[in-house]
């Protein structure tokens, strides 16, 4: 079962990924959960770099809840803007747009993200 689902997962992703692509003036901001820690990108696709990241690593050391997530929301666009960036293209990585996910970007948005 655990297969199916990882490779449903990345198969949604892919689809996503074919639509949503970033550029200097509209980056990505990508998610990447995992059951120890949520991860989230700002990223420049035409040049292929980072512009700024965060995690739930930098705000407490073990276990991610949805405080946790809306916390590296508010890191992530807290970096991002000190980067110059305002408006972002989100990409949820395949997951499904509930709980920690939502809970991101509901922080990045509070944070100053327009998306």
Do not use: C
């Not at 990508?30 to 705000?59: C, M, P, R, W």
Request: charged residues 30%.
């Amino acid at each position: 079962m655990a297969t199916k689902k990882v490779k449903r997962r990345l198969r949604i992703r892919q689809g996503i990924r074919q639509r949503v692509s970033g550029t200097s003036e509209k980056p990505r901001l990508s998610v990447f959960k995992s059951n120890k820690g949520i991860y989230a990108q700002v990223i420049d696709d035409e040049k292929g770099h980072t512009l700024a990241a965060a995690s739930s690593k930098e705000i407490k050391d073990s276990g991610v809840n949805i405080e946790t997530a809306k916390e590296v929301g508010k890191k992530i666009a807290e970096k991002a803007s000190s980067n110059g960036v305002k408006q972002v293209v989100f990409d949820r990585g395949g997951y499904i747009y509930h709980g920690r996910i939502k809970a991101l970007a509901d922080g990045a948005r509070e944070g100053g993200l327009n998306f």
